[in-house]
Structure formats: structure tokens, C-alpha cells
């Protein structure tokens, strides 16, 4: 429960993160979406690799996994290509935003 709450809450940084540029006239990435962005990948691989013993009667949805460790790898490729930039584009910007509600979206479904 504590790494689930771990890895909302990184997700939730990288939107709020991504949001406050959303009036700024260049947008620069801060820093903190790539640290909540590895946050919540390794919050992620721990409750994968506990899930076992956590829950050992619930199977585990790889699909869900999956899509969740792809959304946040492109998230995390896109900071790491962007974040030296003294400007962000708008199209990177709003994608890591619309990918960071999929991924929260995923994450609060059943």
C-alpha cells in the first residue's frame, strides 16, 4: 500500500510539475519530473516484485503493467532528451502531460 501511494504521488508530481509551466512563456522542464519519474518507476518494479506475497490469490495484470512501464519510459525519455533545453517545446510538453493522465488514469482503475 505504501509503494501504491509512493507511485500516485510521483505521478501526480510529474503532472503538477508539468502544470505549473502552463502560463510560463518558454517553458523549461524542472528537474523534479525525471526525480518523481524514477520514483515512480521504482515504486513500480517493488509492487510488481511484492505483488506475490502481498497478494497472493489476486493474479497480476501484465498488460496494465506493461502499459504503465511504457508510459512512464517514454515520459522519463522525453524528460532526459529535454531537460538541458532552455526551451521546451509545446507538443513535448503537452504530450508528457496527456501521457502523465493516462498513466494516473490506468493507475486508478480497478
Same mark, same amino acid.
Do not use: C
Given at each position: 500500500?505504501?509503494?501504491? *501511494? $509512493?507511485?500516485?504521488?510521483? /505521478? $501526480?508530481? %510529474? !503532472? /503538477?510539475?508539468?502544470?505549473?509551466?502552463?502560463? #510560463?512563456?518558454?517553458? #523549461?522542464?524542472? =528537474?523534479? *519530473?525525471?526525480? +518523481?519519474?524514477?520514483?515512480?518507476?521504482?515504486?513500480? /518494479?517493488?509492487?510488481?516484485?511484492?505483488?506475490?506475497? *502481498?497478494? =497472493?490469490?489476486?493474479?497480476?495484470?501484465?498488460? #496494465?503493467?506493461?502499459? #504503465?512501464?511504457? %508510459?512512464?519510459?517514454? $515520459?522519463?525519455?522525453?524528460?532526459?532528451?529535454?531537460?538541458?533545453? =532552455? &526551451? &521546451?517545446?509545446?507538443? $513535448?510538453? +503537452?504530450?508528457?502531460?496527456?501521457?502523465?493522465?493516462?498513466? !494516473?488514469?490506468?493507475?486508478?482503475? =480497478?
Amino acid at each position: 500500500m505504501i509503494m501504491y *501511494v $509512493i507511485h500516485l504521488l510521483s /505521478v $501526480i508530481g %510529474i !503532472l /503538477v510539475l508539468l502544470l505549473i509551466q502552463w502560463n #510560463k512563456s518558454p517553458r #523549461k522542464l524542472n =528537474p523534479g *519530473v525525471l526525480h +518523481a519519474g524514477l520514483a515512480a518507476l521504482i515504486a513500480g /518494479v517493488v509492487m510488481v516484485g511484492l505483488h506475490e506475497s *502481498v497478494k =497472493p490469490d489476486e493474479e497480476l495484470n501484465h498488460t #496494465k503493467v506493461g502499459i #504503465k512501464f511504457f %508510459i512512464l519510459a517514454v $515520459i522519463l525519455v522525453l524528460g532526459y532528451k529535454n531537460i538541458k533545453k =532552455p &526551451v &521546451v517545446s509545446t507538443k $513535448i510538453w +503537452a504530450t508528457m502531460i496527456g501521457l502523465a493522465i493516462v498513466n !494516473l488514469v490506468i493507475a486508478l482503475a =480497478p
